[in-house]
């Protein structure tokens, strides 16, 4: 075998030039694929932890008619007692209980559509990291207010043109169907990768809210549940208070949010295309080089034959040079990857270079911060070594196909 | 001692509703240590006769029995490792890998049959010797001369340590004293080592010194000199 790696190391040095294109070409395509993959993989993390984080925490738990109508009759009674009863629960880090209602705000200068959500600023906080959102100069989270305090998002405020105090008036359905209005002051904007979000919800306080419209002190719309954090999977909890609870409705991120959900997995099926793509083009590739190769050396493979290399021997020598190419292939890009991901992680690739994914319409972020899974990672190294023993095959075929008698020709 | 041994040889082809008897009905033997000449008109059957007793090619009947093996009844792995193990070979056009030294072609076959690196390259050293070639060792096939490669090749075929040696047309590419100096190369070997050589040519310096001459002609063996 020794022999076979001494002739295939000597044959890919034969021609260096080809060996150079034919190993730049690879590089380019595994390169270009994983970074593809990576983008897309960062992606879909902002957008679900941007989800998970900002809206919908781990579990979340309504009345069970909750999503039916989006309807502010479909509210949980008695959410005192069954915060308790959820706190039962290992695992459980934090619950904050929102009341939720569709409204409509004003200011001077225009207006919109957008989701009040009522939150207790003291248990809130425990569970969604708004305070966080809101940067420096521009106000903050229900902790220093003067008249009746809103938060809303960076967009929101621009569209709305309004700025820290500015006043509005924020519309909305009670309870039993009434509309109620009232005159807010801006307390706090926020400023997160989910556009969307950002730009639809405003917070206020839950007891002005509840006043407003006409819900008692322990009914809400929603209880948000954070887990702690050495909890990987949150199904065996949904499961427990499903159990505990039948009469409600326990949800997840994808049941809150199903469209980016979706996107998710079209986003990794996608991926996972695409890469399949790119080895399939690099493997059509190295077979077709190695078939000009066999070509070229037509009369050399006769004469080894002639000589007495046997067929494993031949095989082994083609498989060699295939397998080191894609070798030098591999080592080079994941050098070049590491380099290009580890800077680009740090300091993300600007959304108007991919600006394609904002048009996927679940969500939007100005930078995206591309992550590669070692999965990934070992998915694709296991399917260039699983190529390079396919895109041998034919080659080999080609030479066993060469006829001894060849060498001995004019 | 007979070390080939043919009998009822034949090799047909098929062309169009023609078949071509390229070999027709040949016996004879060789003993160990011949200097064979095949000589004969182009479509003889030389190339053809060479090839069927080199195991490169199947004949239609009759039989091949090389030191006792008849290889007729092999099959394409076996005649493959046979012809590793037991015959050289030295091609018109060389044949020596471009990408290796003369030394390591001489070593290939030598490496293919699993000889330890030390004999390689002891025998590598000395057949270089023998060929007058010891300070061209290093030197890849396109820094030699056509008699050079030619040389090296020899040495590449008697490496080996086959039974015999089958030369087809060695010295069609070379000039008067390259071919002069590769047959004096041969003979040197045939008559020091005792190693059997049989030549397919037109070329009558070989011819000069062969010790046997078979005459081909229409794939019929019309002579067999034995020259004394």
């Known amino acids: 075998m020794l022999l076979t790696i001494n002739l295939a190391i000597i044959n890919l040095m034969r021609n260096k030039k080809r060996s150079f294109f034919v190993i730049a070409s690879i590089v380019v395509g595994i390169t270009g694929g994983l970074l593809g993959v990576s983008i897309g993989n960062g992606y879909v993390n902002q957008l679900v932890n941007s989800v998970i984080r900002f809206e919908t925490a781990d579990v979340l738990i309504h009345e069970n008619t909750f999503f039916d109508q989006m309807e502010p009759s479909a509210f949980l009674k008695n959410s005192d007692q069954l915060i308790k009863s959820v706190n039962l629960n290992n695992g459980i880090n934090a619950l904050t209980a929102r009341i939720k209602i569709n409204g409509y705000i004003r200011s001077a200068l225009s207006s919109a559509n957008v989701e009040i959500i009522g939150v207790d600023p003291k248990t809130d906080r425990l569970v969604f990291p708004i305070h966080e959102a809101i940067h420096t100069g521009k106000g903050n989270y229900f902790t220093d207010y003067n008249r009746i305090p809103i938060v809303m998002g960076n967009l929101l405020a621009d569209q709305l043109g309004v700025n820290i105090n500015s006043r509005l008036v924020l519309s909305g359905q009670t309870k039993n169907g009434d509309l109620f209005s009232s005159v807010f002051w801006v307390c706090g904007i926020y400023s997160v990768d989910n556009k969307l979000f950002e730009k639809k919800s405003v917070f206020v306080l839950l007891d002005e809210i509840a006043v407003l419209s006409g819900f008692k002190p322990d009914e809400v719309h929603e209880i948000a549940i954070k887990l702690d954090k050495n909890i990987q999977s949150s199904d065996h909890i949904v499961s427990a208070l499903e159990s505990q609870h039948p009469g409600l409705k326990i949800s997840k991120w994808p049941d809150i949010r199903p469209e980016i959900f979706v996107t998710k997995s079209y986003i990794n099926l996608t991926l996972n295309i695409l890469i399949s793509i790119i080895l399939f083009a690099i493997s059509i590739g190295i077979i077709n080089i190695m078939i000009l190769v066999v070509y070229e050396r037509r009369r050399e493979f006769g004469m080894l034959r002639a000589l007495g290399m046997n067929k494993v021997k031949i095989f082994q020598m083609i498989m060699f040079e295939i397998i080191f190419l894609l070798l030098i292939s591999l080592f080079i890009s994941t050098l070049i990857n590491f380099t290009v991901l580890s800077f680009l992680s740090q300091n993300g690739v600007p959304v108007w270079s991919v600006e394609g994914v904002n048009m996927l319409g679940v969500g939007t972020v100005d930078r995206i911060y591309p992550v590669l899974r070692w999965q990934q990672l070992i998915f694709v190294t296991g399917l260039i070594i699983l190529l390079s023993f396919l895109s041998s095959i034919i080659p080999t075929l080609k030479v066993l196909g060469i006829h001894p008698t060849e060498a001995m020709k004019n | ?228």
């Open chain 2, 1 to 228: 001692m007979n070390i080939i041994e043919i009998k009822n040889l034949e090799k047909h082809y098929s062309e169009a509703d023609l078949i071509v008897k390229a070999v027709d009905n040949i016996s004879f033997s060789v003993k160990k240590g011949e200097f064979l000449v095949i000589v004969g008109p182009s479509g003889s059957g030389k190339t053809t006769l060479i090839n069927l007793i080199g195991g490169l090619d199947f004949p239609t009947a009759g039989e091949i029995f090389v030191d006792g093996y008849a290889i007729h009844q092999m099959k394409q792995d076996q005649l493959t490792d046979f012809r590793l193990h037991n015959i050289g070979f030295v091609f018109q056009n060389y044949n020596l890998l471009p990408v290796l030294t003369a030394k390591e072609n001489i070593e290939l076959i030598m490496k293919l049959q699993g000889i330890s690196k030390k004999e390689c390259n002891k025998r590598t050293l000395d057949l270089l010797k023998i060929i007058g070639l010891s300070e061209r060792a290093e030197s890849k096939p396109s820094k030699l001369s056509g008699g050079q490669q030619q040389r090296i090749a020899v040495a590449r075929s008697i490496a080996s340590g086959p039974k015999f040696i089958l030369a087809d047309e060695p010295t069609a590419n070379l000039d008067s004293h390259s071919a002069e100096t590769l047959l004096d190369t041969m003979q040197l070997l045939n008559q020091n080592e005792g190693t059997t050589f049989i030549f397919s040519t037109h070329d009558p310096r070989i011819m000069k010194r062969a010790k046997r001459m078979i005459r081909l002609e229409d794939g019929k063996i019309i002579d067999d000199i034995t020259n004394d």
